[in-house]
């Protein structure tokens, strides 16, 4: 038993359910109408979006080197980094719509009756879809890493 890898285990856990959230609420939030309120809310969730990843990172790289298996372990397993590189692509595709929620929410409030252009919110809308396709492949990832795959 080892106290530290369990508190790393549940962290990591809990962190990544709160990011497959945050994408699951952006995802719901950009199908429908942007008024004002939404787009605040839209990069009010965001910004939590990038405090969590960071911590997961941070969290990720304590199991990495703190947990039982021993970084080695991971450093050789190709899973280890196709995991990684799952969760830098998603990351990647964050970025657009995060500089999106931002410009719409500064233009909503500077101009009464703002409307997303369509253009940019079908763009956005196919930056956040592959975010949550690729998501869903970090854990398949995780699960096979783990096992030594
Ligand atoms: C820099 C980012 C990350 C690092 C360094 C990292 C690292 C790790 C490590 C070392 C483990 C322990 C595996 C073991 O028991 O041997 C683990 C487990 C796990 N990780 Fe991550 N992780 C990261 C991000 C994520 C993300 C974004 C997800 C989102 C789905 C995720 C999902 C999981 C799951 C589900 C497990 C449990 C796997 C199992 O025991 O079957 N991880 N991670």
């Keep these: 038993m080892d106290t530290t890898d369990l508190v790393l285990a549940i962290i990591h856990h809990l962190l990544v359910f709160s990011l497959a959230g945050i994408i699951g609420a952006e995802f719901v939030l950009i199908r429908g109408d942007l008024p004002a ?5 839209l990069v009010g969730i965001d910004r939590h979006y990038g405090i969590i990843a960071a911590l ?7 199991r990495v080197f703190y947990g039982l298996k021993g970084w080695e372990f991971y450093i050789y397993n190709w ?3 196709a995991k ?3 969760f ?3 990351g990647l595709l964050s970025i657009v719509p995060t500089i ?3 410009s719409w929410n500064r233009q909503a409030g ?3 009756g703002f409307q997303v252009p369509a253009a940019e919110l079908a763009s956005v809308k196919t930056y956040v879809r592959a975010e ?6 970090i854990p398949v990832f995780a699960a096979a890493m783990a096992r030594g795959y």
């Design 37 to 41: 309120a939404t787009l605040k809310r």
């Design 79 to 81: 899973m280890f980094w």
């Design 88 to 90: 830098v692509i998603v």
């Design 84 to 86: 990684m590189t799952a």
């Design 100 to 102: 999106r929620f931002i």
């Design 56 to 62: 997961i990172v941070i969290v990720g790289a304590g």
């Design 110 to 112: 500077a101009t009464p």
């Design 132 to 137: 949550a396709f690729i998501f869903l492949l």
